[in-house]
């Protein structure tokens, strides 16, 4: 069997691709695993607030490749089944840059020319079947008849992770099960000017059990995501996820804006599923592994930053895994620190938002309260402009869970 490499990662979405960009260029030997043989849409996310921008900047990708794959958006418009209507700007009114929505048929091929480009050597089409972790020494991967050894595996492959499963760590989301559905589909109003202009906004549509969010991306494309409960499984299961697709959309109703029958538009992609929607772990390290991303444990926070925090995860992790890699200097060895700082770091970084995320779902399963919270949010400006920081990262998760602020939010 040969040497091991440094560092191999599972998976080549933007975690993976922008962790191994980082340690490449500190000298880091890195290789990439991915099954997909070539990039193809997954039910992902494409809206973000700005600190995504920011974090893709601190990544090293050049400011005019995010230009091309982004399209900015003034807000997210949340909108409940009694006619409330909240709009987040993430500090866009107030001077700071404005939410994105990114072209990921173009963001993660990028981020991985920018690995490539690093020295990260990339594989596809190559599945890991299997990982073997041993706290005293290497990994072991094994890929069909093949079977690759490395210091430090990294799981950057989403909620069902082979990596977080080898570390039996792997837990279902505390959230009922919930199904995801996306896709892209053709703005018609790009073809006719006689329609009215396309969408500034982004709309994130409260239903029965579930919420639509409409987010414009580059292309003249809108991007529709769909998160449903367990009331519309069996309709799922009986009529299929396109013609289920169809009747939610028939419930957003049309806007001054957004005067468009969404249900009828030409799609420009399959409709990529994902369930159930939501997963955690109870640790995101250990002796001689790591996990980044969706990997690193998913709680749905409804108005996006899926992407931002798999960003940060790999800031916070980079710095861990070097340290990994050092030789033992004492009684503990490098590794078992570095886990445990990378894990500290995490939970540092998003306990607060994580918190605010249970309680924006708290409020979602009792459709009265929501209600009654959109409407305080829609007419109290001040509060709707810290809680939008809040929901984009923008500033920290605590002054939401500030009770000042609870209170100001739930006065009469």
Known sequence: MNAPVDVAIVGAGPSGTVLGAALARAGIEVLILEAARAWHWRAGGVFTSPAAVAALDRAGLPRAT????????????????????????????????PAVGFDRSRLDPALEDLAREAGVTVRRGVRVDAVELDPSATATLHLGDEHLRARIVVGADGTASVVARAAGVQRPARLPPRIGLSWHVADPRARDPALPRPLGDARLVVVNDGYVGLAPVPGDRLNIGIVLGPSWRDELARTGAAATSRRVLRLVPHAADDDVAWADAEPCDRISGASPLGGRVTRRAGPGWFLVGDAAGFLDPFTGEG??????????????????????????????????????AMRRRFASKDAVSWLVQTFLARPGTFEYVARRLADRPDVRATMGLVMGDLVPASRALDPRFIAALLAP
């Open 66 to 97: 995010v230009e091309t794959l982004t399209r900015p958006i003034p807000a997210m418009r949340l909108e409940t089944p009694g006619g409330a209507a909240v709009r987040l700007t993430y500090g866009a009114d107030r001077g700071g840059p």
């Open 307 to 344: 992407l931002h925090r798999a960003l940060v995860s790999t800031e916070l992790a980079a710095p861990a895994i070097k340290a990994a890699l050092t030789r033992p200097t004492g009684r503990r060895s490098p590794a078992a620190e570095a886990g445990g700082a990378y894990e500290r």
